[in-house]
């Protein structure tokens, strides 16, 4: 009561399953895939809870000629009375280092709209001025970049998915404000033996008024057609993983969450799903890519 101060908690929206598709944050992971991809992702956060985060998007994949690559798609994410709907678009380049390590750095283009619904909360005072009002930023346009290294062992990369932040208001009150979030990502692939194939990875996401997080995933693959394996995200959940190759061209993933943090106290899941189809490119890749760019 002393002192008052704002706090901008998750924000771009949080996925399990980042490992299997890296170009959702960073653009640099565009057309790095060994096939291209189209697929479908949804989250379910913190079940049970009202307002809790629901993310919803088609994405897409691909090489382009000339180590190029493209991926795009349609995010819609939306948290309490908070509702972000973003269409964005990744162009990536790559180049042959040498021998072992190729490099490849991505631009990220996209609109968004947010709206805040403050008049669908319900309040304990009616008619309470604060909560008379919804707000939208309407369509705005941002920004982002992203570099990423990697050889047939090893991978790292870095991102700044949105390079400008944007605040929501009244002109007077900043009601919602979208600050940038910066990630950095790592991790090796190790061939256990003929059937098994082990990829540890590990991602660090900072952005203002908020502890940096991490997360840790331990995958097992075998014979390129089962992916399972833990993952812990720190001070915050613990899960599973676990990924199906149906046929050739499908491909279906799912992940359960457990919180670690007082929430558990009122919800113990959070549960997401995936679909992607697959296909084979028909340019001649001059580069080639590791398995683990799924």
Request: glycine residues 8%; proline residues 3%.
């Given at each position: 009561?002393?002192?008052?101060?704002?706090?901008?908690?998750?924000?771009?929206?949080?996925?399990?399953?980042?490992?299997?598709n890296?170009?959702i944050?960073?653009p640099a992971?565009?057309?790095v895939?060994?096939?291209?991809q189209?697929?479908?992702?949804?989250?379910a956060q913190?079940?049970g809870?009202d307002?809790?985060p629901?993310?919803n998007s088609?994405?897409?994949?691909?090489?382009?000629?000339k180590?190029?690559?493209?991926?795009?798609?349609?995010?819609?994410?939306r948290?309490?009375?908070?509702?972000d709907?973003?269409?964005?678009?990744?162009?990536?380049?790559r180049?042959?280092?040498?021998?072992?390590?190729?490099?490849?750095?991505g631009i990220?283009?996209?609109?968004s709209n947010?709206?805040v619904?403050?008049?669908?909360?319900?309040?304990?005072?009616?008619g309470?001025?604060?909560?008379?009002?919804?707000?939208?930023?309407?369509?705005?346009?941002?920004?982002?970049a992203g570099?990423?290294?990697y050889?047939?062992?090893f991978?790292?990369?870095?991102s700044?998915?949105?390079l400008?932040?944007?605040e929501?208001?009244?002109?007077?009150t900043v009601?919602?404000?979208?600050q940038?979030?910066?990630?950095l990502?790592g991790?090796?692939?190790?061939?256990l033996?003929?059937?098994f194939t082990?990829?540890?990875?590990?991602l660090?996401?900072?952005?203002?008024?908020?502890?940096?997080?991490y997360?840790?995933n331990?995958?097992?693959?075998?014979k390129?057609?089962i992916?399972a394996g833990?993952?812990i995200?720190?001070?915050?959940a613990?899960g599973?993983?676990v990924?199906?190759?149906?046929?050739s061209?499908?491909?279906?993933?799912?992940m359960?969450?457990?919180p670690l943090?007082d929430?558990?106290?009122?919800?113990?899941?959070?549960?997401?799903?995936?679909?992607?189809?697959?296909?084979?490119t028909k340019?001649?890749?001059r580069?080639k890519?590791p398995?683990?760019?799924?």
């Open positions: 009561m002393l002192g008052a101060f704002q706090l901008y908690a998750q924000q771009d929206p949080m996925y399990g399953q980042y490992i299997f890296n170009a944050i960073n992971q565009a057309g895939n060994e096939v291209n189209v697929g479908i992702l949804s989250r913190w079940l809870i307002g809790a629901v993310t088609i994405f897409i994949n691909a090489k382009l000629p180590n190029l690559g493209f991926a795009g798609g349609i995010y819609s994410d948290v309490g009375p908070v509702k709907l973003t269409f964005q678009a990744d162009l990536s380049a180049v042959q280092l040498n021998d072992k390590w190729t490099f490849s750095g990220r283009t996209m609109a947010l709206s619904n403050l008049t669908n909360l319900q309040t304990n005072q009616t309470d001025p604060n909560f008379n009002t919804n707000f939208t930023s309407g369509t705005y346009f941002n920004m982002g570099v990423l290294f050889s047939d062992k991978f790292v990369g870095a700044l998915p949105r400008f932040s944007k929501i208001g009244d002109g007077k009601i919602s404000k979208y940038n979030h910066i990630y990502y991790g090796a692939n190790i061939k033996n003929e059937d082990f990829t540890p990875s590990i660090f996401k900072s952005v203002a008024d908020a502890p940096v997080q997360d840790l331990f995958i097992f693959d075998y390129d057609i992916d833990p993952m995200r720190a001070r915050d613990i599973f993983l990924g199906y190759k149906i046929s061209k499908i491909y279906a993933g799912y359960y969450e457990y943090n929430l558990h106290l009122v919800t113990k899941q959070t549960h997401e799903l995936s679909l992607r189809f697959l296909w084979q340019i001649k890749a580069i890519s398995r683990y760019f799924l």
